[in-house]
């Protein structure tokens, strides 16, 4: 039996280190996630603007953006490319920061942005609600992941 | 929706998506067991379809939004089998987790209907 393992380590340049650091499967079930995530955000804002946009058009005009934006992420983590990568990198940190700010205006201000009340699971209530408690924070936790998954993939160039 | 008919699809579901989560990470591929689970998911999503059609002529209406409930359960029916063919398709253990996923996903969304369907206001 011809013995194929591969005996000779595979050479150390930056780029088959980023190659070999690649978790594919991982990555996988994020991007799968954050389609699921893309698809209820966009769904959901959808669905708000048109039936109520009245009731709290900051709030949902931020729900768009924030489906936009998933959307995108989702698509750049797909996407090979240093240009896609950085695009993940700018979406998915804007996510972050996003569900951080709405997060803390509506758990502690939701007036700033015209809202009555800070109810995560009320009609007026959006993806980042409350650090997004209506969506179990999946979407607080699921940018730290994405950020920690792009770190691991880091192609040289960038 | 049911009320009872409600908590059987979120613990099914949830319970289908933890064991497919955990069998994934334990690097089973998708058999017949964790598809299964999610078809029994699919198969109950069908039926609270069912339910939503008839309830409101039996004096069952939704206090809420029913479209928005609609949006809710088409995109869970459409949602298990997507990842179910995805799990044939690609037979390693990423797909089994891809399945818990979805289930788990499922259970958050019947929850929501319900909100939708009992509690909140139109």
Known sequence: ?158 | MIEWFTWVQVVIALIAGLACVVLGFAGKRPNDITLGAALLVEVLLIAQLVVAIIAPGVGNPPTGNLAEFYVYLISAIILVPAAIFWALIERNRWSTVVLGVACLAIAVMVYRMYQIWAVQTA
């Open chain 1, 1 to 158: 039996m011809v013995n194929n393992s591969s005996a000779a380590a595979p050479s150390s340049t930056p780029a088959s280190e980023a190659r070999r650091s690649r978790t594919p499967g991982i990555g996988r079930v994020l991007v799968v996630v954050y389609g699921i995530l893309a698809l209820a955000a966009a769904g959901r804002s959808v669905f708000q603007i048109i039936d109520r946009f009245g009731e709290a058009p900051v709030a949902f005009s931020l729900s768009a953006l924030s489906a936009v934006v998933y959307i995108v992420a989702t698509v750049a983590l797909v996407a090979p490319g240093a240009v896609w990568y950085r695009i993940a990198l700018i979406t998915i940190s804007f996510e972050l920061a996003g569900v951080l700010v709405v997060g803390t205006i509506t758990t502690f201000a939701p007036g700033l942005i015209g809202l009555a009340d800070n109810d995560p699971f009320g009609r007026t209530s959006t993806v980042w609600s409350s650090y997004g408690l209506g969506y179990l924070l999946i979407p607080l936790v699921l940018p730290v992941l994405g950020l920690l998954y792009l770190r691991r993939r880091r192609p040289a160039a960038v």
